[in-house]
């Protein structure tokens, strides 16, 4: 026992000592970054969770009124979650467009207590074939003449087959020119009061502003068009046949969406010819053809691979602003969302397959337009954190998807 011990300490005694070395440059690097990151994270986390808006926030008092373009009186909009009566109502507006308006007048007048409580005032609208929502920043400029196509072909619609109601919500957000008195100026030249115009106290982006349109519809299909009218509106007809078929029963109600897509412009020759000849000037296509520029097919290759990463990448064009969404998909989507900047299509059509809607994509008309609000480097990045906060939010269950059955 002894001679074991004694060979132990005399091996411990030969093992030469281990140098004592500096702190090596990975740790005194990397010491610092780890207690920054730890702030970073935690602020990343309070933008990603807790800076975002409720599902979705509620308009303001005077944003739930609008003022009707030929008798100027001031009226409640009707909400999208209450149930319009298909009385005898619906059948007066299929003989005569201004007879919905005007009954609906009359009521008030009459001191109808639930056309007056705001959200629930929908009992006295009629029922209609399709709304339109065009969410409009200081879009002054562009708005008439995309009022003036859709209006005209709705109204030669309206003409020929008397059932094809509809109207258009015009949805101001928050402009510091006169879009709202433009839009109502559209309205009263056309004699029409199928317009109405939401006006909203303050900015909350593409997506609120579509929201808010969509909350307010009395329509059986509800499409958003972007006001440049890049889109050619006849390409209704177009979401609506592609709607019909893959349309599925919820509750009794078709239930599905058909999203404008501008997919299958992007390995078209005019893309890349769209703004330059050879020469470097400027060559207009021929009406007609497809125009899209190099610079906006870029970006969106680029943000399809960001979207496949993250496991969005099941619909080819997300961003096109022109989609139609039946009545029931509406009110089963439109009270789950929170985004309100551009990104809010993700939202939307993440919605749309958890809450077992339907989409399809359909081929549409599209050419660019001047005068966009969109700054494709700024916007991009914040289009990059807000699809992010939608991923995280809904891992971590902050955003819960509520469910009416």
């Excluded at 709304?131 to 030669?156: G, H, I, K, W």
């Excluded at 258009?168 to 009263?188: F, K, M, N, Q």
């Excluded at 808010?212 to 059986?220: D, E």
């Excluded at 078929?245 to 078209?268: E, F, K, Q, W, Y």
């Amino acid at each position: 026992m002894d001679e074991a011990v004694a060979d132990h300490l005399a091996g411990m005694a030969a093992t030469p000592a281990v140098e004592s070395r500096p702190p090596t440059l990975l740790f005194l690097f990397g010491l610092p970054v780890t207690l920054l990151a730890f702030p970073v994270a935690l602020l990343l986390i309070a933008r990603l969770v807790v800076m975002t808006p409720s599902a979705p926030r509620k308009p303001r008092p005077s944003e739930r009124l609008y003022t009707h373009p030929l008798t100027g009186e001031r009226l409640p909009f009707p909400s999208l979650l209450a149930t319009p009566q298909a009385s005898g109502a619906a059948a007066a507006v299929a003989k005569d467009p201004a007879a919905g308006a005007t009954e609906g007048i009359r009521k008030r007048k009459g001191g109808s207590k639930k056309a007056s409580s705001g959200d629930d005032a929908a009992a006295d609208d009629a029922p209609i074939d399709l709304t339109l929502v065009v969410p409009a920043f200081n879009e002054s400029q562009r708005l008439p003449p995309m009022l003036a196509e859709a209006l005209e072909f709705l109204e030669a619609r309206r003409a020929r087959d008397s059932t094809r109601t509809f109207e258009v919500i015009v949805v101001d957000d928050g402009s510091s020119d006169d879009t709202s008195a433009v839009a109502l100026r559209c309205a009263r030249d056309r004699a029409s009061p199928d317009v109405r115009v939401m006006t909203l106290e303050r900015n909350r982006g593409k997506g609120g502003a579509v929201t808010q349109g969509f909350l307010c519809a009395r329509g059986k299909n509800i499409l958003f068009a972007d006001a440049d009218g890049a889109t050619k509106f006849s390409c209704v007809e177009d979401l609506e046949k592609k709607l019909a078929d893959v349309a599925t029963t919820s509750r009794g109600l078709p239930c599905g969406i058909a999203v404008g897509s501008r997919a299958h412009m992007v390995n078209s020759e005019a893309v890349v010819k769209s703004r330059f000849g050879a020469d470097a000037t400027h060559v207009p296509l021929p009406v007609g053809i497809p125009q899209r520029s190099f610079i906006r097919n870029f970006l969106m290759h680029g943000f399809h691979m960001y979207l496949y990463l993250l496991g969005v990448g099941w619909v080819r064009d997300t961003q096109c602003g022109f989609k139609l969404l039946s009545r029931r998909a509406a009110t089963m989507i439109m009270p789950n969302m929170h985004v309100e900047g551009w990104i809010f299509d993700i939202e939307l059509l993440l919605l749309a397959r958890w809450l077992g809607a339907p989409v399809v994509e359909v081929p549409v008309s599209w050419h660019e337009v001047e005068g966009s609000k969109m700054s494709l480097g700024r916007d991009s990045i914040k289009m990059a954190i807000d699809l992010l906060t939608i991923r995280v939010n809904y891992l971590l269950d902050v955003w819960i998807v509520k469910r009416d059955e």
